[in-house]
């Protein structure tokens, strides 16, 4: 069955910190996908990766990081978290560049405090 | 670029009660068209799909169909129930756009017994 997990459900987190929102996928996926959800906001893109070592910014890299140093392992990373990241982060994986279909984890929801 | 609209919530209806929820969207090239369901405390999963115009996804006795002439891919069910209540979301890939997936803002419903 496909999987892509979440390292955390929930999280909280001190303003300045640094955090790492970790994710795996155990489908063999080319591109990995962050993104965050808020209330009227729906979903929007941080970074993508299409490969290993490759990343793309989406439509608010702003305050975000991320590293991709194995196929299956996406981590974001918030360089010094501010409470107005404090969202749901969901993560979520495509077999290949021309697949359409999406398979997210089950998020984590950050509280900056 | 691409964008995808549909209706604010919340939406509330009773058991059995018919759902409609509208979804219209802008594409520069042929785009893929899509129904995610967040169902509460879980990421997206996904309910539905149609890759070309006049086709209909369909899944759990939810449908929609791919509307060319419109720009439209509404979502119906015929009979819902109270397991149904979550958030909806619309959500379109472009292959012009790198197969982006491009998220309208969710819509949550509410089923009330």
């Known amino acids: 069955d496909v999987k892509v997990t979440q390292s955390s459900r929930y999280l909280v987190k001190r303003t300045g910190e640094k955090v790492f929102l970790e994710c795996v996928q155990d489908m063999d996926h080319e591109n990995m996908f962050w993104y965050r959800q808020d209330p009227g906001l729906g979903l929007r893109l941080i970074y993508f990766?299409?490969?290993?070592?490759?990343?793309e910014k989406g439509d608010i890299p702003e305050g975000y990081s991320v590293s991709r140093e194995k196929k299956e392992r996406f981590s974001l990373i918030l360089e010094s978290a501010s409470t107005n990241q404090t969202s749901m982060y969901l993560c979520?994986?495509?077999?290949?560049?021309?697949?359409?279909?999406?398979?997210f984890g089950q998020g984590t929801r950050l509280t900056v405090v | 670029g691409n964008s995808v609209t549909q209706m604010e919530g919340p939406v509330t209806l009773s058991e059995e009660a018919f759902l409609t929820i509208n979804c219209t969207y802008t594409a520069t090239g042929y785009p893929s068209l899509f129904w995610y369901v967040q169902y509460p405390g879980e990421g997206l999963q996904l309910l539905l799909k149609a890759t070309k115009a006049d086709d209909k996804g369909s899944n759990k006795g939810f449908e929609a169909t791919y509307r060319k002439e419109t720009t439209s891919f509404h979502l119906e069910k015929g009979s819902v129930q109270v397991s149904d209540s979550a958030v909806y979301f619309c959500a379109l890939s472009d292959e012009d756009a790198g197969n982006m997936l491009t998220f309208g803002g969710g819509t949550r419903l509410m089923v009330k017994p």
């Open positions: 979520a994986s495509t077999p290949g560049r021309l697949a359409t279909e999406a398979f």
């Open positions: 990766s299409y490969d290993v070592k490759m990343k």
